[in-house]
């Protein structure tokens, strides 16, 4: 990390870097250490103070064994969270996306596929750029989040977040270290960014390949003559 003390000839050139968590990260001289003691995609904020000013900037920790160079995550999804046997699929086909119930329901099979009908109207597209990833929803914008803080900005041209698929989960962040997540609450009920500090609070969300949603099949019917 670089910070600078201006104008040039300030009587305090000093300054003092602080780790919001030492247990996992120190600053040592501008220089970040990473400790052994952390989980993957945790946050720790870092604090560089001259005289009564000062500036900070949040740092996300990854394990490098987590790392998915080799296998790009480009293609049409859904964007869900998975409660049990009932989804939520962020609706990408709004002309407003920042908005309370900006979903459509689907189900959990007993293969534990995703079915849903017309799933290609909800689909968002991620391009590659660099190791960031563009988030095209069906309404042809761009999303992501401009800052650390809850929102979620859309925009005609693209921006960048990482995405990283886990275990059974998907943390899709922005420039500024806001996480895409789920609000369960009943009149809050949306897919949006929420800001590295309280993000956990929210559902965490998954991606699934367009290619494998299951169209739910067609009803039976009979016809009975008398």
Request: charged share 20%; net charge negative; hydrophobic share 35%.
């Amino acid at each position: 990390l670089n910070a600078s003390v201006l104008p040039s000839n300030a009587t305090n050139q000093g300054i003092t870097w602080i780790s919001s968590d030492n247990t996992k990260v120190f600053v040592d001289g501008g220089i970040i250490i990473r400790t052994d003691s952390f989980t993957s995609w945790d946050t720790v904020v870092i604090t560089a103070t001259a005289g009564e000013k000062s500036y900070t900037c949040a740092i996300q920790l990854a394990d490098e064994e987590w790392e998915t160079e080799d296998e790009s995550l480009a293609g049409d999804y859904l964007i869900v969270y998975v409660a049990g046997n009932d989804a939520y699929v962020f609706d990408g086909s709004l002309d407003t996306l920042d908005a309370n119930n900006n979903y459509v329901s689907a189900t959990i099979n007993s293969e534990n596929n995703l079915v849903l009908a017309n799933a290609e109207s909800y689909k968002f597209t991620l391009s590659e750029v660099e190791g960031w990833y563009n988030i095209q929803a069906a309404n042809g914008k761009y999303i992501w989040q401009d800052g650390d803080l809850n929102g979620l900005t859309v925009n005609a041209t693209s921006l960048v977040n990482t995405v990283t698929n886990n275990d059974e989960t998907t943390d899709i962040v922005g420039k500024w270290w806001a996480h895409l997540r789920f609000n369960e609450v009943s009149n809050q009920m949306r897919f949006r960014y929420y800001k590295s500090s309280s993000y956990t609070n929210q559902n965490p969300i998954k991606l699934v390949r367009l290619s494998d949603v299951i169209e739910p099949e067609e009803p039976t019917t009979y016809t009975i003559t008398f």
